[in-house]
């Protein structure tokens, strides 16, 4: 067994100490918070700050905000490497588990390597490089007798692993280490070599953006490359496409007009389905559905399949709203239909669909409509044996408004109240209000969880609780569509009206979008992305176009030495 060449325990040990970023990013949690009346309700944006009157100071100044280094998610690096390599095995997902920070897995700020993702990258490089070099020839297209065989593969998968042409250095430096391992054993174990240096390398695995052409003081461009890199990890979650790089080839991926017409290309590339699939998992914590446990004999008819059956659910629901129904975030909320295959409209009481899998089914709208009176999220936000209107309002305060509620006192020990058989929950959460410990905070919860109630904790509908009729009704305070409702439905609709919820969702995407929290500095393109939003209907990928052409997505602060 050959003994590996230094440089990938050299690049590793250089990856461990990669932790910042090119200029100082925000904070994790940055621009949260609440208004002095704990409204969380000032500004435009949600986001701590007057986004209006902050873009006013800025005047016409062009102001992009921090840009810090972002690393390659597991996604991403599976992605990438199963079209660089041509290698489907998802090497990535034996990664140890990523951290997650403002509600996102590509937050910059929470991207740290430490020693044993360290060794995860080494390990998966040698992988991909030992399947990618069980062919030699046609990995490398020539014969490697042949004097500029090796120096082509070099160029060509070196400048598509770093997303920019090689310099000259980096294409010695590439050549020295195949000879290195051509010399200590054969042709085959050099390219591996190679890719296994190219698949460890800070280029590689972070998205380096320097800059180009100034265009403010303190203020550059980004070069052709760079936001080839940006848009396609962006809209694709994968490496640039060849289209992409030809234009980046030919530097035109300078104007916020060039930028758009690869926007919307790449909006229209199936890649980015599973884009919007990703952030509205995050988003929603979509991930935890899978692993709900009820007991059956408590629910009836529910068993170990039925969770993931949820989260299919909601993903063909949303899947379908984007890309089929207008994607406007109104339709979300209200659209009178789910998606259902025969185990699970056989669990709701319904008619099974007519064909195998996910069909489209419309609901009884004075009953279900939308995300939120769907399964997964109910069950999510719900206990075991009971449902949680705690839960489920601290959802809708923090995930759809985006509105920071304060952790309760330290001394407080938080259980549910206990279960009666003679009291509906209603009746026994009453005690919240109660108490002055605790009447602060749940003043805004449990009157909006409670307009949940006509669904249990798997998400089945019930007219009645122990015997006792079912009261839905609920209030909403701080917001800007106050007032009662009487059930989900009539929660969703007005939720639908709420222009702090489509804040939120232009929050949600912008943190999303930029790896990092708001600032003051991005008050512009936040208000700018907020009118686009507003003027198409509040179209989900009319917002993340948007998003692409705004100051913050365009420039970025000049790298100082």
């Known amino acids: ?64 905000g921090p840009s810090p280094l972002r690393r390659l998610t597991r996604v991403e690096y599976d992605n990438t490497v199963a079209e660089l390599a041509n290698d489907s095995t998802a090497p990535a997902q034996e990664f140890p588990p990523e951290a997650r920070a403002l509600g996102f897995n590509n937050i910059a700020d929470a991207q740290t390597v430490t020693s044993l993702l360290a060794e995860s990258y080494k390990t998966a490089a040698e992988g991909i490089a030992q399947r990618a070099a069980a062919n030699l020839s046609a990995l490398l297209g020539c014969s490697e007798t042949e004097s500029t065989c090796i120096d082509g593969f070099i160029q060509r998968f070196g400048s598509r692993a770093y997303r920019r042409p090689l310099l000259p250095a980096e294409t010695q430096r590439l050549q020295a280490v195949f000879d290195w391992g051509k010399q200590n054993a054969s042709a085959q174990d050099g390219v591996e070599m190679v890719i296994e240096v190219l ?47 030809d234009e980046a080839a030919a530097d035109r991926l300078k104007t916020a007009e060039q930028i758009r017409v690869q926007a919307e290309r790449l909006l229209a590339d199936p890649h980015a389905r599973e884009t919007f699939k990703s952030f509205h998992e995050q988003w929603l914590d979509l991930e935890g559905v899978a692993s709900i446990e009820r007991d059956p004999k408590v629910y009836s008819g529910y068993t170990e399949a039925v969770p993931a059956l949820f989260a299919q659910e909601t993903q063909a629901f949303i899947d379908h709203v984007i890309w089929e129904d207008g994607g406007r975030l109104s339709t979300l909320l209200t659209a009178p239909y789910t998606f259902v295959d025969a185990t699970l409209a056989s669990f709701y009481g319904m008619a099974a669909p007519a064909s195998a899998g996910f069909s489209k089914v419309f609901t009884d709208a004075t009953r279900r409509i939308g995300l939120l009176t769907q399964p997964s999220l109910l069950s999510l936000h719900a206990q075991p044996l009971q449902t949680s209107p705690v839960h489920r309002g601290k959802f809708i305060r923090e995930s759809l408004l985006c509105q920071f509620l304060p952790p309760p006192p330290a001394d407080l020990i938080i259980t549910p109240p206990d279960l009666d058989p003679n009291l509906t929950t209603r009746q026994r959460f009453a005690q919240h209000s109660a108490d002055a410990k605790c009447a602060g905070c749940h003043e805004q919860m449990d009157p909006v969880g409670l307009g949940f109630e006509h669904f249990d904790a798997v998400g089945r509908w019930r007219d009645t609780e122990n015997n006792l009729p079912i009261d839905a009704t609920g209030k909403l305070v701080r917001t800007d569509v106050d007032g009662a409702f009487d059930g989900a439905v009539a929660l969703a609709q007005k939720l639908a009206e709420s222009e702090q919820v489509a804040d939120c969702m232009l929050k949600n995407w912008t943190r999303f979008t930029y790896g990092r929290s708001e600032t003051p500095e991005d008050a512009c393109s936040l208000e700018d992305s907020r009118a686009q939003f507003a003027a198409a209907e509040y179209d989900i990928k009319k917002l993340v176009m948007a998003l692409t052409q705004t100051d913050a997505f365009l420039y970025r602060k000049a790298v100082m030495p």
């Open 1 to 64: 067994m050959l003994d590996r060449h230094p440089y990938p325990y050299l690049l590793l040990a250089a990856l461990v100490g990669c932790q910042g970023a090119i200029e100082g990013p925000s904070g994790p949690g940055s621009g949260t918070g609440t208004n002095a009346d704990g409204s969380g309700a000032s500004s435009s944006t949600q986001s701590g700050f007057d986004a209006k009157s902050e873009c006013q100071k800025l005047g016409d100044a062009v102001s992009p």
């Open 199 to 245: 698949l460890q390398s800070p280029d590689y695995l972070y998205r380096p953006e320097l800059g180009a052409d100034v265009v403010a003081p303190g203020i550059v461009r980004l070069s052709s490359y760079e936001m080839a890199t940006r848009l396609s990890y962006l809209l694709r979650g994968s490496m640039p496409d060849q289209k992409l790089l």
